[in-house]
């Protein structure tokens, strides 16, 4: 299906080469709209399917609009796009934050699904979790939630205030992980051992770690 994702930034990256990596969009089927130049030719470069600079007539026939700019961006974002939209378009927001009533208010539209995934999502092993508008068929549910998957994990929540507290543990979580393993890294180097050293030993610990609670789950 036809889909633009607005945002050429980290994560509107990450879902273009997601989606064109593991094939389920074709080049063709695929649009970007990134008002930043710089981020446009380097879009380019790389062969991220189609890529605009500004809002036009072309967006009326995307299936499914991907909106991955920054919440701060919204406003700016409904006005550019709102004049193309019609109301059989599937809206998929990764917008940290943003409620569903409150997209539906900036676009005019109903079918729109509320997504939030964290940072290892641009190395394929994210944690999706999403929601969706009554107005959101099965089979488009079906269909957002395969391009979703291809970033990693996903989980679907009925409650739309999950979301907010999926934000707060798998979307914040990874920064918590880190600084974590930084601690450790410093202090391991405070008891004589390289800073090569500590990262393996650190690493190692917490990648082992992780296997190990997933094969006793």
């Not at 995307?62 to 991955?68: F, G, T």
């Amino acid at each position: 299906m036809n889909t633009l994702i607005i945002g050429g930034g980290n994560m509107g990256k990450t879902y273009a080469r997601s989606f064109l990596d593991s094939h389920v969009l074709r080049p063709s089927h695929l649009h970007i709209l990134e008002i930043y130049e710089p981020l446009c030719e380097e879009l380019e470069r790389e062969g991220l399917g189609n890529i605009y600079r500004t809002p036009d007539p072309y967006i009326n026939q995307m299936e499914l609009i991907i909106l991955a700019v920054k919440p701060q961006d919204a406003e700016l974002l409904y006005r550019g796009i709102r004049p193309f939209l019609h109301e059989n378009q599937v809206v998929l927001s990764i917008m940290a934050g943003v409620k569903l009533h409150t997209i539906e208010q900036g676009t005019g539209l109903k079918k729109i699904v509320r997504a939030m995934p964290n940072l290892p999502a641009q190395i394929g092993m994210g944690m999706t979790a999403f929601t969706a508008r009554d107005e959101v068929s099965r089979k488009e549910l079906i269909n957002v939630q395969n391009l979703l998957s291809t970033t990693g994990l996903v989980m679907y929540l009925d409650d739309e205030n999950l979301i907010d507290a999926a934000t707060a543990v798998s979307g914040s979580g990874p920064a918590y992980v880190f600084y974590f393993m930084q601690a450790m890294m410093e202090a391991a180097q405070k008891i004589g051992f390289t800073e090569a050293q500590a990262e393996l030993l650190v690493l190692q610990t917490f990648l082992g770690s992780v296997h190990l609670l997933g094969k006793k789950m």
